[in-house]
């Protein structure tokens, strides 16, 4: 296990939500699981006016989000905790000098001995990400003579190509490409990083994971919830700037990519590079039509309740075309995957919250034993990122009696198995991850760019081309009826159901 420094994380932007929700609670467990070094401290800095004791009290003795777990410590355990954490109150902007906040650092570091070694936390709007970085360059606190120097950035990371390249342009003013972290939690999940270990680890996957036994890759990402307090926001990005162009194209890149030379940070971001810079960027209207789909749901009523549509939900326009349901295919072009569709598809408001990647494998080229079903003909892999976090195969077997009847089977791992079932949450790894240097599991500012670069044509139809449809679906159904018509041949998605073993079609009735 690689050995935690001395440091001092500090936190802009530390009076919204997801301090209190995500980051202090993913320290906390840290704090408990002796991650942490001896030498640490969270000096958390806004603009809101608070004291060390006030802000204390708002993400650790009375946070709502680590009530449960507090409740059963020791008293002194989470008090040596909270006295940890501080504050220092920016004044009115972000973009001001950081003469008091420099001083405070200082006293901080002397105090609690952090061998100048920092992590800059940017939990703020991406509009102030360069100004902050200058005010902090402009103090002295980016200098690496004395300790290194780090900063996390959240996404989105742009809104388009150009933005995500000016935002890079604007950070590496300040920063060394090595020093900055965009976090992205999806790959702080052990499933996605277990796509990884599932292809390089063994022999009887790696050999069979190309165009030659591979029919197609599809990948779901469903949730159920709806836009919720966030119509602002989603109005402006839709399902695709949202999940696709981060979450589910990093996905994509470690199914994708070639197996790296070592599994160091910079050869496997390396490998996820080429990766993305491999699929086939669609720019004619014609394929864009035949190979995208784009949805919204509609007010429908789901277990008795009565589900609003998204152009009723707060922050919405009532005649917006955003995106809520977005289905790609799409190819890759390299040696491995020639000609090998890939169906990517996200969404709000389905049955089921699940994320999970489905590998098809072709099914034999001389068929001995017939088979009626052709969606339950071929052999797969089920990767589940969440819930139900694990892996399932499926593969034929002989339905007991007279014949050669052949039924699928199901050969299963789940993570909850494991003796050591103390598996990290996703900030609790990445923010680790951060601490000790390994930026495995961060986006490089060519791999941002490089996802950019695929989606930008797909984004830019949408907004400016002929016979764009944005399709009604029902609320908490999968997706709009003729989002089946964008997979080849008799092959439908696979809807899968809260389980990882509910088999495609999975539903309740109520």
């Known amino acids: 296990m690689n050995k935690t420094a001395n440091q001092m994380l500090i936190i802009f932007g530390a009076s919204g939500d997801l301090t209190a929700r995500k980051l202090i609670p993913a320290i906390y467990n840290l704090y408990k699981g002796n991650h942490l070094p001896e030498n640490f401290v969270v000096l958390g800095a806004s603009r809101s006016a608070m004291t060390d004791g006030e802000f204390r009290r708002k993400v650790v003795q ?16 989470v008090s040596k905790f909270s006295d940890k954490i501080f504050y220092e109150d920016l004044g009115s902007d972000y973009d001001t000098d950081y003469d008091l ?44 003579t004395e300790g290194w120097k780090r900063i996390i950035v959240e996404k989105p990371f742009g809104y388009s190509l150009k933005t995500a390249k000016d935002l890079n342009t604007g950070l590496q003013k300040y920063f060394k490409e090595k020093q900055i972290y965009r976090i992205d939690h999806y790959l702080g999940k052990e499933t996605v990083q277990n796509l990884l270990v599932t292809r390089f680890a063994n022999s009887i996957f790696e050999p069979l994971w190309n165009r030659n036994y591979i029919h197609h890759i599809e990948i779901t990402n469903a949730e159920t919830v709806g836009v919720e307090k966030r119509g602002g926001y989603y109005d402006k990005s839709g399902a695709l700037r949202d999940m696709f162009q981060s979450h589910l194209l990093q996905i994509v890149s470690l199914i994708v990519m070639e197996p790296p030379i070592n599994s160091s940070a910079e050869e496997i971001r390396n490998e996820k590079v080429k990766a993305l810079k491999s699929l086939r960027i669609m720019t004619d209207e014609k394929t864009l039509f035949d190979h995208t789909i784009k949805g919204q749901y509609v007010a429908s009523e789901i277990d008795g309740e009565k589900v609003k549509g998204y152009r009723e939900e707060e922050g919405v326009d009532p005649n917006s075309k955003t995106e809520t349901f977005a289905a790609i295919k799409f190819f890759v072009d390299n040696w491995r995957w020639k000609d090998i569709p890939f169906y990517v598809r996200t969404a709000k408001r389905m049955p089921t919250k699940v994320t999970e990647v489905v590998i098809h494998f072709k099914t034999p080229h001389h068929q001995v034993f017939k088979e009626q079903d052709i969606n339950n003909k071929d052999n797969k892999l089920i990767i589940r990122i969440q819930p139900d976090e694990g892996i399932l195969l499926k593969f034929g077997v002989k339905v007991p009696g007279q014949g050669f009847q052949v039924e699928r089977a199901n050969l299963d791992f789940y993570y909850s198995s494991l003796s050591d079932s103390n598996i990290m949450q996703a900030y609790e790894r990445l923010l680790l991850d951060a601490m000790q240097g390994d930026a495995t599991l961060y986006a490089r500012a060519d791999e941002v760019e490089a996802a950019w670069a695929f989606v930008d044509p797909i984004l830019n139809y949408w907004e400016n081309g002929k016979d764009v449809n944005t399709y009604g679906y029902s609320a908490g159904v999968w997706g709009p009826t003729n989002s089946d018509d964008l997979i080849e041949g008799d092959y439908t998605w696979r809807n899968p159901g809260p389980h990882l073993v509910d088999d495609s079609g999975f539903c309740v009735i109520c």
């Open 101 to 144: 906040l420099g001083k405070r650092i200082g006293d901080l570091n002397s105090k609690y001995h952090t061998s100048n070694q920092y992590i800059f936390y940017l939990s703020t709007p991406p509009s102030l990400y360069e100004a902050i970085a200058k005010n902090l360059h402009n103090q002295g606190l980016t200098n690496e």
């Open 62 to 77: 009375e946070s709502a989000y680590l009530k449960d777990v507090i409740s059963t410590e020791d008293a002194d355990f």
